[in-house]
């Protein structure tokens, strides 16, 4: 494989999946916030990511192609179903790290006149970032491998060896498909396992 295409379809693996996991971060925490608040709403909301969370990979793309606007083949259907599938471990990270503040602490931050805006953001976010984070870990590392299947409809990125070497039956092109999204996978994990165990000390 010429070295020049695997380092471009590398770095569009890379813009896809820091792309959707940058909107599913957006997405989710205004979410976790009211979810926190309202737990009736949370547990349908919840619940319905979970069931989008269980559909196949290959078939969310396949019922996005046709939904209008989202433009049929290509990288933005494939962003939308890799944000799909970005948001359920971002959203319910953040929503159980902020149900785990402690209730004392709270009531500590209320006693002191803070505001609800200032004890969310000067108490239950900080103490809750250790595992806001481990979500984004585990949904970056997710949304790596899944990205691969985004060049069945168009998306690019890695997948494009991986299917061009099944189709031509050559295990080397799928190899450089496979061991650049594995190294990147590792490697994000590594990272953000890093900053996580920084934030946990």
Do not use: C
Not at 120 to 128: C, D, Q, R, S, T
């Amino acid at each position: 494989m010429p070295l020049a295409e695997i380092v471009r379809l590398s770095a569009e693996h890379l813009w896809l999946v820091a792309v959707a996991v940058f909107v599913a971060v957006a997405i989710a925490a205004p979410s976790a916030v009211i979810l926190v608040r309202r737990a009736r709403l949370r547990r349908w909301t919840l619940g319905v990511v979970n069931v989008v969370q269980t559909v196949p990979s290959l078939a969310v793309f396949g019922f996005l192609l046709p939904i209008p606007f989202l433009g049929g083949v290509g990288k933005t259907t494939a962003i939308v179903a890799l944000i799909l599938y970005a948001l359920l471990p971002i959203l319910r990270n953040m929503v159980v790290g902020i149900l785990g503040v402690n209730a004392g602490v709270r009531e500590s931050a209320v006693a002191m006149g803070m505001t609800g805006r200032q004890i969310l953001w000067g108490v239950e976010l900080p103490l809750a970032f250790p595992t806001i984070l481990a979500g984004i870990r585990i949904a970056t590392v997710t949304t790596i491998g899944t990205a691969t299947i985004a060049a069945a409809i168009g998306g690019g990125g890695l997948g494009t060896f991986v299917f061009r070497g099944i189709a031509m039956a050559d295990t080397k092109t799928i190899l450089a498909g496979a061991v650049p999204a594995a190294l990147m996978a590792i490697a994000a994990d590594e990272a953000l396992g890093w900053i996580e165990r920084r934030y946990s000390s």
